[in-house]
């Protein structure tokens, strides 16, 4: 009876199942209360945990990750499921989908009403360079150090992106730290926010922004796709998709091609990107010295890019007679519409009156692109 409850045992995933297993299953568990109890991205945070559930319960993850096997009789045995879904990630054909989603999402027009505002999305992502800067000073190689430092963007598919390219080994930690430091964009943001602004600059009034010609929204998009591609070649794959959803949002009579990408493609590709993401954190990947080094210089990264874009809209007022408000070039990072919120609320905290979203878009939304065509620089200088 012992032998057979020993046979059956070891049959068992517990027989199999380490403490770094039981770890990840632990912060599984923590990402999914953070997700529900605090609301924190959980369109973003659920999927993901169930997929690092996934890949450390040893025997099925066995099953549901397999690889294809050929047999000596040249017969296959197809795959796991989620190793089909994990190729999406693998071969980086996620990223561009969810950026074309956006851009069907995204409204372009306060950017090209206030377009001075763009060079806070940009000085943004001075963040993501220091960061580069960092990595490469703990000997991290240039291609690992630039995946790390796009972290700053705080844009979970360009993040995705660069790690396919560059270090398919550190994707699972990057992928996570930048979809975490999302989440904590309420928590982080406002604090340095705060810190670096006083209350009278949190209470400076931005005038509101001119209306915007639907002919101006139908230019931009292809314009800045022709131009960004002629400049940097290698961030098409992400500016081109953006800017294709931004045209069919724009142009008024493909509603159909609209809804499509903004519900149905959006929401499919979000699930199977973020479930593969949460499938690639295995225990033995995920639990290192350097994977925990890569997640505190994610959160270096996250943090400069906000203090940077802050910093430069406090430079810019020294010069502009139409004062900015400092507290959206916090914005500057490219969670959207997220960081635009989060200043808002902090602008209100000291006058309920003033409304600064709509302002706040415009860096958000220009991060976005600058974080695009940061990704498209490194491929273009490492690859």
């Known amino acids: 009876m012992l032998d057979q409850f020993a046979l059956f045992?070891?049959?068992?995933?517990?027989?199999?199942?380490?403490?770094?297993?039981?770890?990840?299953?632990?912060?599984?568990?923590?990402?999914?209360?953070v997700a529900v109890k605090k609301d924190a991205e959980p369109l973003l945070l659920i999927p993901i945990a169930f997929g690092i559930?996934?890949?450390?319960?040893?025997?099925?993850?066995?099953?549901?990750?397999?690889?294809?096997?050929?047999?000596?009789?040249?017969?296959?045995?197809?795959?796991?499921?989620?190793?089909?879904?994990?190729?999406?990630?693998?071969?980086?054909?996620?990223?561009?989908?969810?950026?074309?989603c956006i851009g069907a999402l995204t409204d372009f027009s306060f950017m090209l009403s206030y377009p001075i505002t763009i060079f806070l999305g940009g000085a943004a992502q001075i963040g993501v360079y220091l960061t580069f800067l960092l990595a490469r000073a703990f000997h991290f190689t240039f291609p690992e150090a630039a995946a790390i430092g796009i972290i700053g963007g705080a844009d979970g598919p360009t993040s995705i992106y660069l790690a396919t390219k560059f270090s398919p080994d550190l994707l699972p930690i990057i992928a996570i730290s930048a979809y975490s430091y999302i989440a904590l964009i309420p928590i982080?943001?406002?604090?340095?926010s705060?810190?670096?602004t006083t209350k009278d600059e949190r209470k400076i009034r931005m005038k509101p922004p001119r209306k915007v010609s639907k002919t101006e929204k139908i230019v931009f998009p292809i314009i800045t796709t022709v131009?960004?591609?002629?400049?940097?070649?290698?961030?098409?794959?992400?500016?081109?998709?953006?800017?294709?959803?931004?045209?069919?949002?724009?142009?008024g009579n493909v509603k159909r091609l609209v809804e499509a990408a903004s519900k149905y493609i959006l929401d499919t590709t979000t699930i199977l990107l973020c479930l593969s993401v949460g499938?690639?954190?295995?225990?033995?990947?995920?639990?290192?010295?350097?994977?925990?080094?890569?997640f505190g210089m994610g959160a270096f990264a996250f943090v400069t890019c906000i203090i940077s874009g802050i910093l430069f809209a406090k430079l810019m007022n020294l010069f502009l007679k139409d004062k900015i408000n400092p507290l959206i070039g916090g914005a500057g990072v490219s969670a959207v519409p997220d960081s635009a919120r989060v200043a808002q609320k902090i602008a209100q905290e000291e006058d309920p009156t003033n409304f600064i979203l709509m302002h706040a878009m415009s860096p958000n939304v220009a991060g976005v692109i600058g974080t695009a065509v940061a990704a498209g620089m490194f491929l273009a200088m490492l690859k």
């Open 9 to 33: 045992f070891q049959s068992t995933g517990f027989a199999q199942l380490t403490m770094g297993n039981i770890f990840m299953l632990i912060i599984a568990g923590v990402l999914v209360y």
């Open 227 to 251: 131009i960004t591609a002629l400049i940097v070649p290698q961030s098409l794959a992400l500016v081109g998709p953006l800017m294709f959803g931004n045209l069919l949002r724009e142009v």
């Open 53 to 100: 559930i996934f890949s450390n319960i040893p025997l099925l993850a066995t099953g549901v990750l397999a690889e294809p096997q050929v047999l000596e009789n040249g017969g296959l045995v197809p795959g796991g499921f989620l190793y089909y879904i994990k190729q999406g990630l693998d071969l980086g054909i996620y990223p561009p989908l969810i950026f074309l």
């Open 188 to 192: 982080l943001q406002p604090p340095i």
């Open 279 to 294: 499938a690639s954190a295995r225990a033995d990947v995920f639990l290192s010295p350097k994977s925990l080094l890569i």
């Open 194 to 196: 705060k810190l670096l």
